[in-house]
């Protein structure tokens, strides 16, 4: 069975501070890992990776893949209360015909001022 | 802004109601995804049409049904629900397997 699981769970932290939240998984058949945020409603796309050591990158939101440790991490730097929500991580892997996407249980980020 | 569009935002229905969710993309999507989210827990995958067939069925009692009308368009019909069955549910699309899925605001659904 597929497995996705991020940490840590929760973080808190002040405005202007740097933050690395991880995702570590277990799929069949690798295809892609995708990171969200999720506020209060639905969750926002913000990557997906498919290649290993190339870092994407959007504004002061950045994230890399290890597809040989079977991780990835999301950066933020200098953090703005804005930035607080869920962040979801979720892999795309195929069993049989089909693809599915697994989330892990997500990392409740809150930003202080 | 999301390009997947739901409705309604928020419905209340008694266990005894039928009612439905209804979906939109105009993006040119060929798979598209209901999820079931309750609060603090990730999204859990409902069923997946490729197509306008369903590919994905993830056990889900049928008490949920969904239907496919169009490549654009996905409802899931409702009837008979618990209150266990109250959460969010988010309808998702993406242009095919394998591909970023974008979900749509949601429907805050309450069973009472």
């Known amino acids: 069975e597929d497995k996705v699981v991020q940490s840590p769970l929760s973080l808190v932290v002040h405005e202007g501070d740097t933050v690395t939240l991880n995702c570590s998984y277990e799929v069949t058949n690798f295809r892609s890992l995708l990171w969200y945020k999720q506020e209060k409603k639905a969750p926002t796309f913000l990557f997906m990776l498919t290649s290993s050591g190339i870092e994407k990158k959007s504004g002061r939101l950045s994230s890399i893949l290890d597809k040989k440790e079977l991780f990835s991490i999301l950066n933020i730097t200098a953090t703005q209360t804005g930035d607080s929500a869920v962040y979801l991580c979720?892999?795309?892997?195929?069993?049989?015909?089909?693809?599915?996407?697994?989330f892990g249980k997500g990392t409740l980020l809150t930003v202080n001022p | 802004d999301t390009e997947v569009t739901q409705t309604p935002k928020h419905l209340v229905m008694g266990m005894t109601n039928k009612k439905s969710l209804k979906c939109e993309q105009h993006?040119?999507?060929?798979?598209m995804y209901w999820y079931k989210q309750k609060a603090k827990k990730p999204p859990e995958l409902m069923f997946v049409y490729s197509y306008e067939k369903l590919s994905i069925n993830e056990s889900v009692p049928s008490r949920f049904s969904p239907e496919c009308p169009n490549s654009s368009l996905l409802n899931l019909h409702l009837h008979a629900l618990q209150p266990e069955d109250s959460a969010l549910y988010l309808c998702?699309?993406?242009?095919?397997?394998?591909?970023?899925?974008?979900f749509g605001e949601g429907s805050w659904l309450t069973v009472v």
């Open positions: 998702a699309s993406s242009q095919g397997w394998g591909n970023t899925i974008y």
């Open positions: 979720a892999v795309c892997g195929s069993g049989g015909s089909n693809y599915k996407l697994t």
């Open positions: 993006m040119g999507h060929r798979a």
